[in-house]
């Protein structure tokens, strides 16, 4: 079903098949996608034989989402970045919306497949077999969350569970019933389940669950957030990165040290976000190889990376970003000259005995007012430590309140903890 040699291929190996992908692919798209066609006739690749090597290849423009929302509000409902007619498209798919409107992705039969191969190397990577009984609570709704790990679940032989429909009661239930030894979900939604089964008077870590897998938020890559899943589950929790435009691109190996990016089906680049040079910590951008209906080339994602320089202790030696997804970078806060990412927080408050918490952020001329506001065990007292952590550990005082418990919205999609007032 899918090829994963190449994962521990050197790194010339990995290049060769990079290029003869990227080849077909311009060669397939360049004269038939009008997004792309227009894009690269404006910047000299004139024909899809212009491109002759890296360098060219390094010459292509970057993309970014606004161009992509501007394209689908100019041409609705799906824009021009489709190669094929219409009837060729099988799949629609939207982003979550988080952050403004949502895109809209339509698949083909083939990149469809493409998706579930590349959740394949997601699932080998966290150690999951054939026999494994891999469940979803996820909404099975139009944003494409966790739609292809499912495929990919299929597709390497295990049993596939949908848990859309149910409240996270009725999930434990199900997966006490069938069997569940794989789970598939954001870390915020690991986090609520072990809430609700701990209210319920449910031992979660007594559930056959060995392997917990976590995207749409960096929560799993944080080192705190993955303890308390893995202490609450008695399970090994696993990060993984993905977004429905570009695809299901990053995934942990059993070292459990950052993400790799899997170079058999994407192009990963990292750059200075102000000068577009290339950098060892910065943007990440990507380029997608199997997904020819609507690919996407040279995308920043928004997304703040660090690529590591020592070998990956599994073997793999596809590109391993540490410490995975850093921040998003529109998400960067800037309290009294200090850079804050929310995920530097949260990596402190999770230490403690936190239910749930909010990032409200005041704008106060160019700078950043931040209050955190926690269910934290102990009120007063207990948040009084959490600040002296933040304090100590971010080098900023911060104005830090409890709430009372259940009070702060719950998460089964990607999470909106930071709040701009
Ligand atoms: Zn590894």
């Excluded at 069938?178 to 072990?194: D, I, Q, R, W």
């Excluded at 590591?308 to 960067?332: K, N, S």
């Amino acid at each position: 079903m899918y090829d994963r040699t190449l994962e521990t291929q050197d790194a010339e190996r990995v290049r060769a098949h990079q290029w003869s992908r990227l080849r077909s692919l311009v060669a397939e798209v360049h004269g038939a996608n009008p997004f792309w066609t227009t894009k690269w006739r404006a910047t000299g690749l004139a024909a899809a034989g212009d491109l002759k090597d890296w360098k060219d290849f390094a010459r292509l423009p970057l993309t970014t989402k606004a161009e992509l929302v501007a394209d689908q509000a100019t041409h609705p409902p799906f824009g021009t970045d489709l190669t094929y007619p219409l009837e060729r498209y099988v799949r629609v798919h939207q982003t979550s919306g988080t952050s403004g409107a949502p895109l809209r992705w339509l698949e083909t039969q083939a990149s469809w497949e493409w998706w579930a191969r590349c959740w394949g190397f997601v699932l080998a990577g966290a150690g999951v077999r054939p026999d494994d009984r891999v469940f979803f609570p996820f909404s099975f709704g139009l944003f494409i969350g966790f739609w292809a790990g499912f495929e990919g679940a299929r597709a390497l032989g295990a049993l596939a569970i949908p848990g859309g429909g149910q409240d996270s009661l009725a999930r434990l239930a199900t997966m006490e019933s069938l069997g569940t030894t794989v789970l598939v979900c954001t870390p915020s939604y690991a986090l609520h389940l072990l809430q609700v089964a701990r209210e319920r008077g449910i031992d979660a870590a007594r559930l056959p669950v060995r392997a917990t897998l976590h995207a749409g938020e960096p929560g799993a890559g944080i080192p705190a957030v993955r303890a308390r899943i893995e202490e609450g589950w008695g399970a090994r929790a696993f990060d993984h990165a993905g977004m429905t435009e570009m695809g299901a691109y990053g995934y942990e190996c059993e070292e459990q040290a950052g993400l790799h990016v899997n170079e058999s089906e994407f192009i990963a680049e990292v750059i200075d976000p102000a000068t577009g040079a290339a950098s060892r910590e910065g943007e990440l951008v990507l380029t997608n190889l199997g997904r020819l209906g609507s690919p996407l080339v040279r995308y920043r994602t928004g997304d703040r990376v660090r690529l590591a320089e020592a070998p990956c202790a599994c073997g793999r030696t596809f590109a391993r970003l540490e410490g995975g997804i850093l921040g998003r970078l529109d998400d960067l806060l800037i309290v009294r000259g200090v850079n804050v990412f929310p995920s530097a927080i949260e990596a402190i408050v999770r230490r403690f005995p936190v239910e749930e918490f909010r990032i409200e952020v005041f704008r106060d001329g160019e700078l950043d007012e931040v209050r955190v506001l926690l269910e934290v065990e102990g009120g007063e007292a207990g948040a009084r430590r959490v600040q002296e952590a933040l304090r100590a550990g971010l080098g900023i005082r911060m104005e830090v309140a409890p709430v009372d418990a259940g009070s702060l919205p719950r998460f089964e999609l990607k999470a909106r903890r930071v709040v701009r007032r």
